[in-house]
C-alpha cells in the first residue's frame, strides 16, 4: 500500500488534532509568571513574537530587555513541555 502525501497531511492533522484537543483545556503554569489555557498562552507567545518581528524590521531594538525575553523564554518551554507531555501520553 503506497502513502500519499495527501495522506500523511491527513495523519498529522489528526494527531495534532488530539494533542490539541487535551491540551486547550488544561492550565498551563508559566512559573512565576501566571496560569493560562493553551489558547491564551498561545496568543500571547504569538503576540510576543509579533511584536519582536516588527521593531527588528523597523530597525527598532531597544525597548525590549532581558526580562521582556525571561518571559517569553518561561511562555515558550511552557508550552514546549506541555506540548510533549500530551504527545506522550497519546502515543
Known amino acids: 500500500m503506497k502513502i500519499t502525501v495527501e495522506r500523511i497531511k491527513e495523519i498529522i492533522k489528526e494527531e495534532y488534532g488530539k494533542v490539541r484537543e ?7 503554569i508559566v512559573p512565576g ?21 516588527a521593531r527588528a524590521a523597523r530597525g527598532e531594538f531597544t525597548g525590549i530587555g532581558d526580562n521582556e525575553f525571561e518571559v517569553l523564554s518561561r511562555m515558550w ?3 514546549k513541555e506541555t506540548q510533549e507531555r500530551k ?5
Open 77 to 79: 518551554k511552557s508550552m
Open 87 to 91: 504527545e506522550e501520553e497519546l502515543a
Open 33 to 53: 509568571i501566571a496560569v493560562y489555557d493553551w489558547d491564551t498562552l498561545q496568543s500571547n507567545i504569538v503576540g510576543k513574537c509579533g511584536d519582536l518581528v
Open 22 to 28: 487535551h491540551t486547550e483545556r488544561e492550565e498551563i
